[in-house]
C-alpha cells in the first residue's frame, strides 16, 4: 500500500509568517500533486511536478519534488488569511489512480 | 464550462438505512472517481470508472456500497446499510483520458453525510 504522510498536520500562524509543508513517502511516484480544499468544496489542483528535483513557482507558494521521486514539500512566502485551507499532496500511482496525502491543515491568522 | 456537479449536498440518515449519491461530470470526462473524505484527512478512493467500466474498487465495501455510471456519464453511489463509520464527505472526480500522462482531476463539492 502505497501512503502519503504530510507534517505537519496542523499550522496555525500570523499573516505574514512563511511556511513549509511537507508529503513524505517510501514508494515512487511518476508525478506528484499538490490540492487546496477549503470547507465545503472539493479539492484544487495547484500544481504538478514530474521530474525529480523539479521546482514550481506560484505566485508566493513554491513546490519541490525530491531528487528520487518519493517526496515535495510546499513553501509558502509572506502566508495571507486567503491561504487558510486544507493542502493536500497526492502521487500519481499510475492508470490514472492518485493516492493522497494525509492533509496538512493551514489557518492563516491576520 | 461547468463543473462537476454533486447531489444532494448534506444527508442525514439513522444507521441501517439506505442513502444514495449522484454525480454529473464535466462533459467529455471519460474517466469518474468517488472518494471517501473523513474530516481532516485526504480523500480515500472508493471506485474508479473508465466510460462505463470498473477500473479499480479494491477499496471499497461490497457488502455495504455500491456504485453504478449509467451510459458513461452520470454517476450514483449507494449504501445499504449504511453504518456509523459512513459518516464523510462524498466526493466526485472526473477527468479526462486518453494518452493524458499527468492525471488532473477535477472534483465536485461533495456530498457531507451523517449516520446517526
Known amino acids: 500500500t502505497q501512503l502519503l504522510e504530510q507534517s505537519p498536520q496542523f499550522l496555525s500562524i500570523q499573516e505574514g509568517e512563511n511556511l513549509t509543508v511537507y508529503c513524505n513517502s517510501s514508494?515512487?511516484?511518476?508525478?506528484l500533486q499538490w490540492y487546496r480544499q477549503e470547507p465545503g468544496e472539493g479539492p484544487v489542483l495547484l500544481v504538478t511536478?514530474?521530474?525529480?528535483?523539479e521546482v514550481k513557482k506560484l505566485k508566493r507558494l513554491t513546490f519541490q519534488f525530491g531528487d528520487a521521486r518519493k517526496d515535495s514539500s510546499l513553501h509558502i512566502t509572506a502566508a495571507q488569511p486567503g491561504d487558510t485551507g486544507l493542502y493536500l499532496c497526492?502521487?500519481?500511482?499510475?492508470?490514472?489512480?492518485?493516492?493522497f496525502g494525509t492533509g496538512t491543515r493551514l489557518l492563516v491568522s491576520p | 464550462e461547468a463543473g462537476v456537479a454533486q447531489s444532494p449536498r448534506y444527508k442525514i440518515i439513522e444507521k441501517r438505512q439506505s442513502v444514495a449519491f449522484w454525480c454529473n461530470p464535466i462533459?467529455?470526462?471519460?474517466?469518474l472517481y468517488w472518494y471517501q473524505q473523513i474530516l481532516g484527512q485526504g480523500p480515500k478512493l472508493l471506485i474508479q470508472?473508465?466510460?462505463?467500466?470498473?477500473?479499480?474498487d479494491s477499496q471499497l465495501p461490497k457488502d455495504r456500497f455500491s456504485a453504478e455510471r449509467l451510459k458513461g456519464v452520470d454517476s450514483t453511489l449507494k449504501i445499504q446499510p449504511a453504518k456509523l463509520e459512513d459518516s464523510a464527505v462524498y466526493l466526485c472526480?472526473?477527468?479526462?483520458?486518453?494518452?493524458?500522462?499527468?492525471?488532473?482531476?477535477?472534483f465536485g463539492p461533495g456530498t457531507r453525510l451523517t449516520v446517526l
Open positions: 472526480a472526473s477527468s479526462l483520458v486518453g494518452g493524458i500522462e499527468y492525471n488532473e482531476q477535477f
Open positions: 514508494s515512487v511516484f511518476s508525478s
Open positions: 511536478v514530474v521530474t525529480g528535483g
Open positions: 497526492a502521487g500519481d500511482t499510475g492508470f490514472q489512480k492518485l493516492v
Open positions: 462533459s467529455g470526462h471519460a474517466t
Open positions: 470508472f473508465q466510460n462505463n467500466g470498473v477500473v479499480d
